[in-house]
C-alpha cells in the first residue's frame, strides 16, 4: 500500500508538473503537443549541467541535482520560444509545430549528448548518468498510517512541484495576468480590445509551459531513468496531454487524473508483482490512462470543452 | 498555386546551409559529408565495395527504407486533404504490421500467398484504426489529434504486451524474425554478381501514389474530400455527407498507414521492438508539409529525408560526422519548413502592395 | 477653442484598389447625437476606425477637445476618452460580465500580502453602481454565454462608461436587436446623452435618426454628401441623398401568373443550434410564378426557416412538401435533386469553398452527375467547359477564369457565381436569402433582374431580406415573420410599406381590432 502511494506520487507529480505548463499554454489558446520535446531539452539541459558539475561536488551532495532543476526549467523555457516563435510570429500551424519541435528536440539532445561526450568527456556514450536523487522522509507525520505514505521517501522535487502548482494555481485564476491569460483561449479579440497585447500574453504561456516541461523531464530523469538518454522520450509528455484533456484543462481536475494515472500505474506493477506475472502485464496497466480518456471523452464529451480559440492563428484583422 | 513551388526549395537549401554551417564547426568537412550521405543511398560511387555489394544494392537499400516513409506521408497528405490531423501514422503502422505478423508473418504460408496477404491486412486493419478515429469525430466529435495520441499509446502497450508474453525472442528481446515468405523485401537476393535485398514495397508505394494521385483529382470521393477539408460548412450545403466522408478519408488515410506498416517491419526490418512507435509517423507530417501537400511533392520531400537518414551511417564511418547529426539535419528541415505558411503569406502580400 | 468636442477634417484613407474615405469633414459638438447614414460601404466605418485608432487616414487631420491629435491605438483613443461599441461584441464568453469588463483595468489587492489579485468583489460593485446609474440592467455576475444579445450589447456600453469614454461610438447597434430592444437601447443613449456624453451613431436605418440623432451627415461611396439638422429634414430626402440618386429600386414585372404550388410549409417549427425555438409553428406556400418574400428584422427567425427548407436545420415539427412530395426528412442532396436552390446568406463559408477553384465550386451541386462525372470517376474537361460557359454567361469576372481560387474574387464576383451555379441547377425552387447585401448599386440591379426573370420563367421565388425596400419592389406575396411567427401574409400591392414595418415590430394590426 505505501509503495503504490510513494511511487505513485513520485510519478504523478512531475506528469502534473508538465500538464501544467500545458494548460496555461492551451488556456492562451496555442495548442501544445511539443510537451514531450520541450521535457526532454530541458532534462538534457538540466543533465548536461549536472554532470559537467558534478566533479565540483561530494558524490552525495544535493547541490547539482538543484541546480539541474533550475538549468531544466530554463533550457525548456529556451526551447519553448521556437514553438512560440513558430505559433504566435510566424503563424505556423500549431499542431505541426509541435510535432517538428518534438522531432527537433529529439535529434537535436541525441546529437549534442554524443557529440559532447565525445569531444568533452572523452567517452562514446549516448546518454548522461546522474543516478537516482536522494529520498527524504517527513519526520512524525509520516508514521501516521497511509496519509503518512505521501510524506514517506519522498523525492526532494515532490515538494518543490507542489510548492510551484500551488503558485501557478493562484496566478491562473486568482490575478489579473491569469484573468488576461485565459481570456486569450476564448476571445482574443475581446483580450485586444481591452488594451493587452495577446501575443505577449500567449508568449509568456508558452514559456511558463516549456518551464514547467522542462523541470518534470528533469525529475524523470532523475528518478525513473536514473540518466539522460533518448529513453526520456517514451511519451510521459504525450500523458501529460492526456491529463490535461482528463482533467479539462482546469488544474485541479488535471491533478486527479494525474494521480489516477500515478496510482494506476504504481497499483498496477504492485499488483503485478504480487501475483507473480511476468513484468510484460505492466504493458497492460500501461494502457490504462489513454483508455480511460478515450472513453471519458466518448461518454462526456459535451462537458468536456476546449478552450474556444485553441489553436486558431490570432490575426488581429480578422472579426 | 504554382508560383509558391520554390518555397520547398528554398527551405531545404536553407537548411543544407544551416547544416554546412554546423558541421564546419564541428571541424569537418561539410561537402563531403553531404557527398557521403549520396553515397550511403547508392546515388554516388564510393570508393569501395565489400563483395557482392555496389552501388545498385545501396541503391536498392536506399528504396527499402524509402518505402514506408513514402506510404507514410501519403497517408498524412490524405488526412491532410480531408481537413484532418492524423498523428496516429505510428500507431496505425504498428498494428497493421502486428496482426499481419501474427497471422501471416508466423504462418507456412507460401510466399505468392503470403505476400499479397500481408499487404491486404496490413491496409485493412490500418484502415480499420483509421476509420475508428475518423467515426470518433464524426459521432462524438472527438478531435482527431486527441484521439490518434492515444490510439498510438493503446496500440503501442497492447501489441508490447503481447509480443513480450507469446512472442518475443528471448535474445533480441524484439518479437520473433517473421519467415522469408511473408516478407516483402527480399533479402540478400543473387543478382549477376551483387547480393541486393529487393523491396517489393515500393511497388505498393508506387501503386499507392498513382491511386491517390488519381483519387484526388479523378474521383467524386476526392472532389469531396477537398471540399470537407477546404469548407466542411459549404461542404454540408452542397449536399455532400461531410462524417461520411470523413471517416472513408480517414480509413484511406489508415490503409495508407497499415502499408507503411508493413513494409517498414515486415519489408525493411522483420521484426517489432516492444514499447516502441516508429518515428516514421511523425517524420511522415513534416514531411507531408515539406511536399507541399501534393503527391508528387511527397515523393521528393520523402526521398531527401530518407537520403539523410539512410546515408548517415556512411557519412559517420568516413566523414566522422556524428550519424545523429542526420537526424538534427532532418529536423531543422522539418522546422524551417513549417514556416512556409507564414512566407508564402508574406510574400502575397508583398506582391499585393507592390 | 472652438464649440467642437471632435473634428475630423479632409480625411482621406485608400484601400487597395478603393477609396474608403475621400476628403471627408465632420464636426461633431460635446453632447449632441451625431448620426452617420450611408450605405453598405460607404466609408462610415472607415472614418470611425480612425477615430478609434485603428487605421491611420492617408490625409487630413483629427482634432479632439481643440487639440490635433495622432490616434495610434485603441489604447491610444481609450486615453483620449473615446470608446466604441464594434457590430460584431468582444467579450470572453466563459467570463462573468464585471470580469469581461475590468479586464486590462482590475482592481486589484494584495493577496496573502504578496501577490497582486485581482478584487472580484470591488469589481461586481463597482459595475454594479455604474449599470444602475445609468439604467442598464446588468447583473455582473452572469457569465456571457448566458445572457442574450441585447444584454451583451450593455456590457460592452458598460466597458465604455468603466473606461471613462465621454466620446461613444455605436457601429450599427440596432442590426442585431429585437424592436423592444432597439427601443430600449434608444432610451440607453438618450440617457447617456443627458449625461453629459456625445454620441456617434453609425446605421443605415433612417427611423432611428430621426427618432434620436440630432444632426445627420450623409456619406455616399467614400465622400460626405450632406450635413443635415434631422429635425428640419425628411427621412425621403434623406435617403435619396444617401444612395446618391432618387430612390428608384422599382423592377418592371409583368403582372403575375401563378402556376401550381411549389413549395408548402405546415406548422413548421425549428430549434436552432441552442436548442432555442426560433421558428415557430409557420405555415405558408410559394406558386410557380410567384416571388413570396419573408420581411422582418434580423434574427427573427428568417434564416434558420430558410435552412430548414433546404435541409441544412433539422425541423422539430411541421412538414415541408416540394412538387407534391414529403421532403421534411430528406437529405440536403435529394432536396437539391428534387428542385431546390439555395442562395445562402452566408455565401463565404457556406455558399462557396474558397479554396476551390471557380470551376470547383460552380460544379459544387452537380459534380457527381453525367456530363460532370461518370460513376465514381471525374470529368475534368466536363468542369472546365461548365464553367466558362457560366463565366461568359453570368459576367463573372475572375483573375484566371475558370482556375481562379475564389478566395481571391471580389464578393460581387462570388455572389455572381453562386447565383449562376443555383440558376443552373434549373430547379422548381429558388430560396434568395439576402441576395444583395454588401454589394453595390449596379451588382443589386442585376441581381433583382435576375429573380424577376426566373419569377418570369414560371420558377417559385422565396426570397429572405432584410431591405423593407427590396420585399416591397420584388413580392408578389409578403409573409412578415416576427419572433419566429409569420404575422401577417398579404398580396404585396395591398401593403404598404408602413404597414409591412408595423408587423415587423411586432405591433402591426393591433389597431384593426381595437
Known sequence: ?319 | MKKHDLIPFLTVLLSLILGIVVIALLGKNPFQAYYNLLQGSGLAPKASYAGHKGMITDFTSFLNALTPMLLASLSVLIALKAGLFNIGVSGQMLAAAFVATVLVGYSELPAVVAKPLVVLIGAAVGALVGGLVGYLRHRFNINEVVSTIMCNYIVQFVASFFINVFFVDPVSRQSKNIGAASRLTLVDTVVGDYKMDIPLGILVAAAAVAATVFLLGKTTLGFEIKAVGSSSRAAEYAGIRVGRTRVLAMMLSGGAAGLAGVTYYLGYFCSMQPRVLASTGYDAIAVALLGNSSPIGIIFSSFLITVISKGSTYMSSTAGVQAEMASALTGIILLISACGAYVRERLDRWKENR | ?514
Not at chain 1, 11 to 34: D, H, K, Q, W
Not at chain 1, 267 to 284: A, T
Not at chain 3, 370 to 388: E, L, N, R
Request: charged residues 20%.
Open chain 1, 1 to 319: 500500500m505505501n509503495t503504490i502511494i510513494i511511487d505513485g506520487l513520485s510519478f504523478a507529480l512531475p506528469l502534473f508538473i508538465m500538464a501544467i505548463g500545458g494548460i496555461y499554454c492551451e488556456r492562451s489558446g496555442v495548442t501544445n503537443l511539443a510537451i514531450e520535446g520541450l521535457q526532454g531539452f530541458g532534462a538534457f539541459c538540466g543533465a548536461l549541467f549536472a554532470v559537467s558539475i558534478a566533479p565540483l561536488f561530494a558524490g552525495d551532495s544535493p547541490v547539482p541535482f538543484y541546480l539541474a532543476m533550475v538549468f531544466a526549467f530554463f533550457g525548456g523555457m529556451l526551447f519553448s520560444l521556437l514553438h512560440a516563435m513558430l505559433c504566435i510570429r510566424f503563424k505556423a500551424n500549431q499542431v505541426i509545430s509541435g510535432v517538428v519541435i518534438n522531432i527537433l528536440a529529439m535529434s537535436l539532445t541525441e546529437f549534442m549528448t554524443k557529440q559532447i561526450n565525445a569531444s568533452i568527456f572523452q567517452a562514446a556514450s549516448n546518454k548522461f548518468v546522474l543516478g537516482v536523487s536522494a529520498r527524504m522522509t517527513v519526520p512524525g507525520i509520516s508514521s501516521v498510517p497511509v496519509l503518512g505514505a505521501v510524506f514517506t521517501n519522498l523525492y526532494p522535487f515532490e515538494p518543490v512541484i507542489a510548492l510551484i502548482a500551488l503558485l501557478a494555481w493562484y496566478v491562473l485564476y486568482k490575478t489579473p495576468f491569469g484573468l488576461h491569460l485565459r481570456a486569450c483561449g476564448d476571445n482574443p479579440h475581446a483580450v485586444d480590445a481591452a488594451g493587452i497585447e495577446v501575443g505577449k500574453v500567449r508568449l509568456v504561456a508558452v514559456m511558463v509551459s516549456g518551464a514547467l516541461s522542462g523541470l518534470g523531464g528533469i525529475c524523470f530523469a532523475y528518478s525513473i531513468s536514473a540518466n539522460f538518454s533518448s529513453n526520456i522520450y517514451s511519451g510521459y509528455g504525450y500523458l501529460a496531454i492526456a491529463a490535461l484533456i482528463f482533467g479539462n484543462w482546469k488544474i485541479l481536475p488535471t491533478l486527479g487524473a494525474c494521480l489516477l494515472f500515478g496510482f494506476a500505474r504504481s497499483g498496477g506493477y504492485e499488483l503485478v508483482k504480487i501475483l507473480e506475472m511476468p513484468s510484460s502485464y505492466q504493458d497492460l496497466v500501461m494502457v490504462l490512462p489513454y483508455v480511460l480518456t478515450l472513453l471519458m471523452l466518448v461518454f462526456f464529451g459535451k462537458k468536456n470543452r476546449s478552450p474556444r480559440a485553441l489553436g486558431v492563428i490570432y490575426d488581429k484583422g480578422a472579426r
Open chain 3, 1 to 514: 477653442m472652438s464649440d467642437y468636442i471632435i473634428e475630423m477634417n479632409h480625411i482621406t484613407k485608400r484601400f487597395p484598389g478603393i477609396v474608403a474615405n475621400d476628403d471627408v469633414s465632420i464636426q461633431v459638438k460635446k453632447g449632441e447625437i451625431y448620426a452617420l447614414l450611408g450605405e453598405n460601404g460607404a466609408g462610415k466605418s472607415t472614418l470611425m476606425s480612425m477615430l478609434f485608432g485603428m487605421y491611420e487616414p492617408d490625409e487630413g487631420e483629427i482634432i479632439i477637445r481643440g487639440e490635433k491629435v495622432k490616434i495610434e491605438s485603441p489604447n491610444h483613443a481609450t486615453r483620449l476618452n473615446i470608446g466604441m461599441v464594434h457590430q460584431h461584441f468582444k467579450l470572453v464568453s466563459n467570463y462573468t460580465i464585471a470580469e469581461n469588463i475590468v479586464m486590462g483595468m482590475e482592481p486589484v489587492k494584495k493577496g496573502f500580502g504578496l501577490f497582486k489579485t485581482l478584487d472580484q468583489k470591488r469589481a461586481n460593485e463597482e459595475i454594479r453602481a455604474l449599470s444602475e446609474k445609468f439604467g442598464l440592467e446588468v447583473d455582473p455576475t452572469k457569465v456571457i454565454e448566458n445572457i442574450n444579445v441585447s444584454m451583451q450589447q450593455r456590457v460592452e456600453i458598460l466597458k465604455m462608461l468603466y473606461r471613462e469614454a465621454e466620446i461613444l461610438i455605436f457601429d450599427e447597434p440596432t442590426a442585431v436587436l429585437t424592436p423592444q430592444e432597439i427601443a430600449f437601447l434608444l432610451e440607453i443613449i438618450e440617457s447617456l446623452r443627458r449625461d453629459g456624453k456625445t454620441i456617434i451613431l453609425i446605421t443605415h436605418k433612417l427611423e432611428e435618426i430621426k427618432k434620436i440623432a440630432d444632426r445627420c451627415a450623409i456619406l455616399c461611396r467614400g465622400k460626405l454628401i450632406d450635413v443635415l439638422d434631422v429635425k428640419e429634414t425628411d427621412t425621403k430626402t434623406m435617403a435619396n441623398l444617401m444612395v446618391g440618386r432618387e430612390v428608384n429600386f422599382s423592377v418592371d414585372k409583368p403582372a403575375s401568373e401563378y402556376g401550381r404550388e411549389v413549395l408548402k410549409v405546415e406548422h413548421l417549427t425549428v430549434q436552432n443550434e441552442d436548442k432555442f425555438e426560433v421558428v415557430k409553428d409557420v405555415s405558408f406556400s410559394v406558386r410557380g410564378g410567384e416571388i413570396f418574400a419573408v420581411a422582418g428584422v434580423s434574427g427573427n427567425g428568417q434564416v434558420e426557416l430558410a435552412d430548414a427548407v433546404a435541409g441544412l436545420l433539422k425541423p422539430s415539427s411541421g412538414t415541408i412538401t416540394l412538387n407534391g412530395k414529403d421532403i421534411t426528412h430528406a437529405s440536403i442532396r435529394s432536396r437539391n435533386l428534387e428542385g431546390i436552390s439555395y442562395i445562402p446568406e452566408d455565401r463565404q463559408n457556406v455558399g462557396l469553398v474558397m479554396d476551390l477553384s471557380l470551376s470547383d465550386n460552380l460544379a459544387l451541386k452537380n459534380y457527381f452527375k453525367p456530363p460532370f462525372s461518370k460513376g465514381p470517376v471525374i470529368a475534368g474537361d466536363a468542369f472546365t467547359g461548365y464553367s466558362d460557359g457560366l463565366i461568359e454567361k453570368y459576367d463573372i469576372r475572375s483573375g484566371q477564369g475558370s482556375e481562379t481560387i475564389v478566395r481571391s474574387m471580389s464578393g460581387g464576383n462570388q455572389q455572381k457565381a453562386i447565383i449562376a451555379r443555383e440558376i443552373e441547377l434549373d430547379s422548381s425552387l429558388l430560396i434568395f436569402v439576402q441576395p444583395t447585401r454588401g454589394l453595390d448599386i449596379g451588382a443589386i440591379e442585376n441581381i433583382h433582374r435576375q429573380i424577376v426573370e426566373q419569377r418570369n420563367k414560371g420558377k417559385a421565388v422565396l426570397l429572405i431580406s432584410l431591405e423593407l425596400d427590396e420585399v416591397m419592389n420584388l413580392a408578389d406575396t409578403i409573409g412578415v415573420i416576427y419572433n419566429g411567427r409569420i404575422e401577417k401574409i398579404a398580396d404585396a400591392k395591398t401593403l404598404t410599406p408602413g404597414e409591412v414595418g408595423e408587423f415587423m415590430m411586432g405591433v402591426g394590426g393591433r389597431h384593426e381590432k381595437a
